[in-house]
Every structure is written in C-alpha cells, then in structure tokens.
Nanobody, 121 residues
C-alpha cells in the first residue's frame, strides 16, 4: 500500500512563504511523476505543478514564478515551495503520484490526505 503524507501547511500572511512536503512510503515512487493539486471551497480542483522522475517541471499559470516543485528521490519526498502567497492561494493542497499519458496529460494514481494552506492577514 503506497502512502503519501503531506506536511507544512498553515496560516501565512499575504506575501509570505510556505514549503509543503510530501513523504512517500515506497521507494518505487522515484520513478513516478509527482504532482500537487489544490482545491478551495466551492471551486474546482486545480493541478498546481508536476515534476517527472527526470526533473522536468510544469506549472499552472496562476502560480508560475511564485511556486517551485522539487523532489529528493533519495528521501522519497517531493516539495512545493510557495512564495509571494496571495489570498487566492488559500486551499487544501494534495500531493499525488502518477504518470504522464501519451498526450502529456498527468494522471494521478496515489493521493495524500491533504494539508490546508490559508493566506490571510
């Protein structure tokens, strides 16, 4: 059973920073693409960022230049560094592991339980 456990969420003021971590229970995930989704109340789930096993990254337009996804395969851990946070970044953030299908679309297979990020003064 593969498990993903997020940590690092919390309350931060606008303009502040947070770093989310996602610890995976299985080393085989080093071969998978890792991603972060977020979902705010009343809104659709949004794919925030992905990183392939080789380190190629992709970001939603809403976070480009502010968020950075990374991974440490030796630690089976993925990260999401979030800078210049805005109130509209407030959401539950979910780590996942999945694959890129033939058209390049990310298809998550495993999900974490989520961690809340609240940006407010």
């Amino acid at each position: 059973q593969v498990q993903l456990v997020e940590s690092g969420g919390g309350l931060v003021q606008p303009g502040g920073s947070l770093r989310l971590s996602c610890a995976a229970s299985a080393s085989i995930l080093r071969f998978w693409t890792m991603g972060w989704y977020r979902q705010a109340p009343g809104k659709q789930r949004e794919l925030v960022a992905t990183i392939t096993s080789g380190g190629s990254t992709n970001y939603a337009d809403s976070v480009k230049g502010r968020f950075t996804i990374s991974r440490d395969n030796a630690k089976n851990t993925a990260y999401l560094q979030m800078n210049s946070l805005k109130p509209e970044d407030t959401a539950a953030y979910y780590c996942n592991a999945g694959i890129l299908v033939s058209d390049g679309t990310y298809s998550p297979a495993y999900w974490g339980q989520g961690t809340q990020v609240t940006v407010s003064s």
